[in-house]
C-alpha cells in the first residue's frame, strides 16, 4: 500500500483535503463515492503535497492561545449539532495557521475512514494529553461540548498569563539592552577619545577613571576573543539547559531560590487544584489525572513526589493525606482537598481554592511589575553615573589648571 493524497467536495460543496492507504489511485477515487463526495484530485503523497510541519525539523507544538480558539470552535460544533467531519473542515478553513489547518484535514480524514474522534485526536500526536484525555471522558460521558468550554477557559487563563509574565520582562530586558549597547559604544569609542587626550596632559587619574580606560582597552583589543567566548558559553548554556541534567538543575533552582520559589510554587499549586477540578468533572479516574498533572507541571523534582502520590492512591490512600506528606503543596491546598473528600464537593472546592491563588498569583506579578521599573531605573543610573563621574572628574581638574 502507498499513501495518497487527496481532495474531495463534500455534499455542501466544501473542499475535504486528506491522505489515505490505498494500492492504487483507482481504489482512492472509489473509497471517495463510497463516502458520498466528489473527488477532485489524487495523487501519491511528496514533499510538495506534505506540509512541512510534519516533518519532525518543522513541526511546532500547539500553543495554549491556539489551544483555546479550538476548543472554542470545538465547543461550537458539538453544541450546535453540526456534523463532525464538517466541523473539523470548518475548524481546519478558520484557521490561518498550516499546521493546525493540516491537522484538522487529517482529522477528518481518520473521521471519514471510521475513527472515534478522541481516537483520530491522539493519532495526531499533536496535541497535550490534559486535551486527549478530556475529549475520551466527554465522548464517554456525552458533554463535550461543556468540557470544550471548560477547557477553553484553561487555556486562555494559561496564555493570558503567559502574555502577562512576558509583557513584564519586555522592559526590563528593553532597558537592559539599551544599557549595554550604550556603555559597549561609549567604552569603544568615546572613551578612548578621553583617554588620549588625558594622557597628552600627563594628568593624574582618579581610580574610577584609571578602570573605566584600563577596560575600554582591554575591551578594544580583544573584542573578537570576547564575542567569541560568550558565543560559545551561550551555546554551552543552551546545550546544558536542554540536556536532563540542566533540566534538573533549572528545576531545582525554581523550587528552592528565594525569589522564584514563592510565585512557581504558587502557579504549581494553582495548575494542579484547576486541572484536578476539570479533570474530575470529566470523569476521569483520580490516579489517570494525577499521570496528566505531571506532564502539566513538568518539574523534575515534583515529578517524584506525583509518582509517590499515585503510588500511595492507587493503593487506597486519601489523595489529601498524601499531599500533606510532601513540601511543595500549599496546606490550604490539602484541606481544601480533604474537605472536598468529606464532603462530596470535590471539584467545588479544588473551584475555590484556584480562584483564591489566582488572585494571589495575580497581585504578586503586579507587584514584581511595579518593582522592576524603579529597580532597573536605578541600576541604569548609577552605572551611567559612574561612567560621567569617570570622565568629568578629570576634565574639570584639568579646566581648573588651565
Known amino acids: 500500500m502507498r499513501e495518497f493524497y487527496f481532495k474531495a467536495l463534500d455534499k455542501s460543496n466544501n473542499i475535504i483535503k486528506g491522505k489515505i492507504l490505498k494500492n492504487n489511485k483507482q481504489e482512492v477515487v472509489e473509497y471517495i463515492k463510497i463516502l458520498e463526495m466528489i473527488p477532485v484530485d489524487v495523487k501519491k503523497s511528496n514533499i510538495i503535497n506534505t506540509n512541512l510541519e510534519n516533518i519532525g525539523l518543522f513541526k511546532k507544538p500547539i500553543s495554549s492561545k491556539e489551544l483555546f480558539f479550538i476548543c472554542k470552535q470545538l465547543a461550537f460544533v458539538f453544541s450546535s449539532g453540526m456534523h463532525l467531519s464538517k466541523g473539523t473542515t470548518f475548524i481546519a478553513n478558520q484557521s490561518k495557521n498550516k499546521n493546525i489547518k493540516n491537522i484538522f484535514n487529517k482529522i477528518n480524514t481518520c473521521i471519514l475512514q471510521g475513527e472515534s474522534f478522541s481516537a483520530a485526536i491522539e493519532s495526531q500526536n499533536a496535541f497535550p494529553n490534559l486535551f486527549i484525555s478530556m475529549v475520551k471522558a466527554s465522548e464517554a460521558s456525552g458533554e463535550i461540548s461543556e468540557i470544550m468550554e471548560i477547557l477553553s477557559k484553561y487555556y486562555q487563563n494559561k496564555y493570558m498569563k503567559s502574555d502577562k509574565i512576558l509583557a513584564s520582562l519586555l522592559y526590563p530586558l528593553f532597558i537592559v539592552s539599551m544599557m549595554i549597547l550604550v556603555v559597549i559604544l561609549a567604552l569603544v569609542f568615546v572613551i578612548p577619545i578621553y583617554a588620549d587626550i588625558f594622557a597628552s596632559k600627563d594628568a593624574e587619574l582618579p581610580l574610577s577613571t584609571r578602570v573605566l580606560i584600563n577596560f575600554s582597552a582591554f575591551l578594544s583589543d580583544n573584542y573578537l576573543y570576547l564575542f567569541a567566548f560568550c558565543l560559545i558559553l551561550s551555546t554551552l548554556f543552551f546545550r546544558f539547559f536542554k540536556s536532563e541534567k540542566g533540566k534538573l538543575f533549572f528545576d531545582y533552582l525554581k523550587l528552592n531560590v528565594f525569589f522564584v520559589k514563592n510565585i512557581y510554587l504558587k ?9 484536578l477540578s476539570i479533570l474530575y468533572k470529566a470523569g476521569v479516574g483520580i490516579t489517570e489525572a494525577l499521570e496528566i498533572l505531571k506532564e502539566i507541571i513538568n518539574n523534575k523534582y515534583l515529578e517524584k513526589s506525583l509518582d509517590n502520590l499515585v503510588s500511595e492512591v492507587s493503593q487506597g490512600c486519601q489523595l489529601s ?45 503586579n507587584k514584581i511589575n511595579k518593582l522592576i521599573e524603579p529597580i532597573f531605573t536605578i541600576i541604569v543610573g548609577v552605572l551611567m553615573a559612574f561612567v560621567l563621574i569617570a570622565l568629568l572628574m578629570p576634565s574639570i581638574k584639568m579646566t581648573s589648571i588651565f
Not at 490550604?332 to 483564591?356: Q, R
Request: net charge negative.
Open 267 to 275: 502557579n504549581v499549586n494553582y495548575r494542579f487544584s484547576l486541572v
Open 321 to 365: 493525606y498524601s499531599l500533606s506528606q510532601t513540601k511543595y503543596f500549599d496546606p490550604l491546598l490539602v484541606s481544601m482537598i480533604e474537605l472536598g473528600e468529606e464532603t462530596g464537593y470535590f471539584s467545588e472546592t479544588l473551584d475555590n481554592y484556584s480562584k483564591y491563588i489566582d488572585f494571589e498569583i495575580e497581585t504578586q506579578i
